[in-house]
């Protein structure tokens, strides 16, 4: 009897202290989770910042992109090319473009062509990485083009502002019977707000909360809703028009969640359950790493956690409340004031020049109170009038809250310059919270599978290998061909998967207007279709409406001619394209064995006499009645028994015949590698890299299974336009000086004291002009300075 008592008396003992093993290797467990998650799924988040936001179509748009890591925003050497694109008010691209992308940073321009029709356009950045998680992790922002040629058209007549009304219930949902705080957001359809007042009222007969917008059309109010009711909303507009909106439906059963402020640094977490359930855990990680982890029990369906704000990270952090089975099932973000953000203090040496003067401009940061950084930097100087506001949208406010957050922010810059307005923050983060994964891919414990590649190496251009006669995708592997042709090689093969889809990988692919794709000729039932690079999704995010600034018709008509004049007299240095330094232009075998400058050598008449006269470590043989061309394989001594990849101007050769009867004389070179190459999972015994003077295939007729594909490659570097009045007859010059941009630095790093430094003229346009710099340090601090200055 003694020996039962205590045996019982233990079990009691350990009930509690195995209840309690459990709690933290469930926790434990949700956090090794969402780690092992994010080490597999590594994000990017990418800024743009544009010379300035008002454009007339026939100007050009400089830009200057940071890429970085989503969690750590440190400069992310990872993608190596970003999709650029202009979006109308129908989401259709209207430009595209593909910028190199070099330790986390690129740079590019675009001209706006003349085709454009006036109205906002959306400029959004992404990689193809990127798109594997979605489109709401794009870059967006809102541009405005006006084409004074156009402004004879009727605009379109604009839609009646139609005003909606959104809730989201705290934590997701609500619950029949349990209290929560529901946000709400009013705007139109352009995503503009409106201020209003409203009543929630039960089956359409007693009012059961008042409620009113705060700043930016959003506010809240709290809801108890009955079970076997309905709740509908009802909004008065500051001009009597009224707005009825249904709630969404309440659950049966479930949980809720509020977070309120315990005081100091501290938030409190209350969760209601109209389940039975004992456990419950919470998780905040911020950018997908835990900061912190807890659990509770629930009494009497109430539960509640203590969270010292300090623990978490900067910025946007997401409460996650999981049942005892860890499942989740009540989540939002809180938000924590990042602290000593980068700083840069912008001086030029003077408030006010004349025209055709140099301006010396002082760029400093700092960061920690005082202490220099030294940082990237992006610089604009550009005149503001009334159509050409100062910019919006900076690096800060953007990685901090835009790129963590759904939808439209409307100045997001008002939360950070009022950090103590919590309610605004508090109402902002109830109507936009958003999540850059799924919990149930965390839990899954499934090998990532990503349907775009990383362009680590470069750009990878993908397709898919089509059986012709079916128009089926290939069930099996055939090898590919892809080629840039022109008088720089640029060449590579692959192997489709099971599902024919295939991807080539071209390193430092510039300029390039086509490729063109072929397979084997013993796979000639089989033709190759690329697929378009740029997403073809789109976010919800509307433009605002556009009214063409009638108004403002002279001061359009001085841009307008202000743009022609720049055109005219800097057109031809603005039409200047050139490779970006440290660029590798050699072939991709790196370095043949032999090469030919064929004008060091007597020039014979035909190709056969070329290759037997002084070509060595080959043979010309002739096998029933076709032309072959084996290599000595020099780390064998032993000639390959198959043709080698022959090449030409870096398209493949199949036809040796063909290769034959082409006209030596408008051959320029031959390389010849004399070992067996590999590429990938393909090989080549040897290659033959022929190239013409033109880069025109010197007369060669395509295989007509070859596919020729438009395929622009990355963008060329543009020279910005900035003329220089350094001695006296320069600043006299009676060319028109109309820039209305004095300066554009896509790279000015602050050196280790934090001190950078630029010069350049002002033009021949008085007025206010404004200094934006935006820049990023490497571990990951982001700042803006901005300073004006005055030209008479």
């Not at 909004?235 to 249904?246: K, N, P, Y």
């Not at 220099?372 to 809250?401: E, K, M, N």
């Not at 995010?541 to 001061?555: I, K």
Request: overall charge negative; charged content about 20%; some cysteine.
């Amino acid at each position: 009897m003694r020996m039962k008592k205590l045996s019982f008396l233990l079990l009691i003992l350990t009930i509690p202290a195995a209840r309690l093993l459990a709690q933290e290797t469930a926790t434990a467990q949700l956090t090794s989770e969402l780690d092992s998650y994010r080490a597999k799924h590594i994000q990017e988040k990418i800024f743009v910042h544009t010379d300035k936001e008002f454009y007339l179509a026939g100007e050009i748009c400089w830009f200057k992109l940071y890429l970085v890591d989503a969690s750590l925003h440190q400069p992310l050497d990872l993608s190596k090319v970003a999709y650029l694109e202009w979006l109308d008010k129908d989401n259709r691209p209207v430009v595209q473009t593909k910028i190199g992308l070099r330790d986390g940073h690129g740079d590019g321009s675009v001209y706006l062509p003349l085709t454009l029709h006036s109205g906002h356009y959306k400029l959004r950045a992404y990689t193809s990485w990127m798109k594997n998680f979605g489109v709401d992790g794009f870059f967006e922002k809102t541009l405005t083009v006006v084409n004074a040629r156009k402004s004879a058209e009727t605009p379109a007549a604009s839609a009646a502002i139609q005003y909606t009304v959104s809730f989201f219930p705290e934590g997701g949902n609500l619950v029949e019977g349990l209290s929560s705080t529901v946000g709400f957001k009013i705007a139109d359809q352009y995503g503009q707000s409106t201020e209003s007042t409203g009543v929630i009222t039960e089956d359409d007969q007693d009012t059961v909360a008042r409620f009113q917008t705060r700043r930016f059309g959003l506010g809240s109010f709290v809801l108890t809703p009955r079970s076997g009711h309905r709740y509908r909303s009802t909004v008065r507009l500051a001009d009597g028009t009224a707005i009825s909106t249904l709630l969404p439906a309440a659950y049966k059963e479930g949980m809720v969640m509020h977070v309120s402020n315990e005081g100091g640094d501290q938030f409190r977490v209350d969760v209601q359950s109209t389940t039975p359930v004992t456990d419950i855990y919470l998780l905040a990680d911020t950018r997908q790493s835990v900061k912190w982890a807890g659990t509770a029990t629930v009494k009497d369906g109430k539960a509640s956690f203590v969270v010292d704000r300090n623990r978490l990270g900067e910025g946007m952090s997401h409460l996650t409340v999981f049942d005892f089975r860890r499942q989740p099932v009540c989540e939002r973000v809180v938000f924590r004031q990042p602290s000593h953000p980068l700083m840069f203090d912008v001086k030029a040496d003077q408030a006010v020049y004349s025209t055709r003067k140099k301006i010396s401009l002082q760029v400093n940061s700092t960061a920690d109170g005082n202490s220099p950084v030294a940082a990237d930097c992006s610089v604009a100087v550009f005149r503001i009038d009334s159509l050409q506001t100062a910019t919006t949208g900076h690096i800060y406010d953007y990685l901090w809250l835009g790129s963590e957050l759904k939808g439209k922010i409307e100045s997001p810059e008002y939360y950070f310059d009022h950090p103590d307005d919590r309610q605004a923050m508090d109402n902002l983060l109830l109507t936009h919270g958003w999540r850059r994964f799924r919990w149930e891919d965390v839990q899954s414990g499934k090998s990532p599978a990503f349907e775009y590649p990383l362009e680590y190496n470069g750009a990878v251009i993908s397709g898919k290998v089509i059986y012709s006669r079916t128009g089926n995708p290939a069930a099996q592997t055939i090898q590919g061909y892809l080629s840039v042709p022109g008088t720089r090689t640029q060449f590579t093969s692959a192997n489709c998967d099971e599902g024919g889809r295939i991807h080539f990988e071209l390193k430092d692919f510039y300029g390039a207007p086509e490729v063109i794709t072929q397979t084997n000729p013993e796979d000639s039932a089989y033709r190759i279709e690329i697929n378009n690079p740029f997403a073809e999704k789109y976010t919800e995010t509307p433009l605002p409406m556009f009214e063409f600034p009638r108004m403002d018709s002279g001061l359009l008509t001085d841009k307008n001619v202000a743009m022609q004049v720049l055109n005219r007299y800097g057109g031809e240095r603005l039409k200047r394209f050139t490779l970006l330094p440290g660029i590798d232009t050699s072939v991709f075998y790196y370095k043949a064995d032999h090469s030919y400058l064929l004008d060091d050598y007597t020039r014979f008449t035909t190709m056969e006499e070329v290759l037997r006269e002084y070509v060595v470590l080959i043979l010309v043989q002739r096998r029933q009645g076709h032309f072959h061309l084996p290599v000595l394989d020099v780390n064998n001594n032993l000639f390959f028994e198959t043709d080698p990849l022959i090449l030409l101007d870096g398209v493949p050769v199949f036809n040796i015949d063909s290769l034959i009867a082409l006209d030596p004389l408008k051959m320029r070179k031959l390389e010849t590698v004399q070992h067996r190459y590999f590429m990938g999972g393909v090989t080549f015994p040897g290659i033959l890299n022929w190239t013409t003077y033109k880069g025109d295939l010197g007369g060669y007729i395509l295989d007509p299974r070859a596919t020729v594909v438009d395929y622009e490659g990355l963008q060329l570097e543009r020279e910005f336009y900035a003329p220089s009045y350094a001695t006296d007859e320069q600043a006299a010059s009676h060319l028109p000086d109309f820039r209305n941009v004095l300066y554009w630095a896509p790279q000015l790093p602050t050196n280790g004291q934090g001190r950078g430094a630029l010069s350049f003229y002002s033009s021949d346009l008085p007025g206010k002009y404004v200094i934006v710099v935006e820049g990023l340090a490497e571990d990951g601090r982001a700042g803006t300075g901005i300073a004006s200055f005055e030209v008479e």
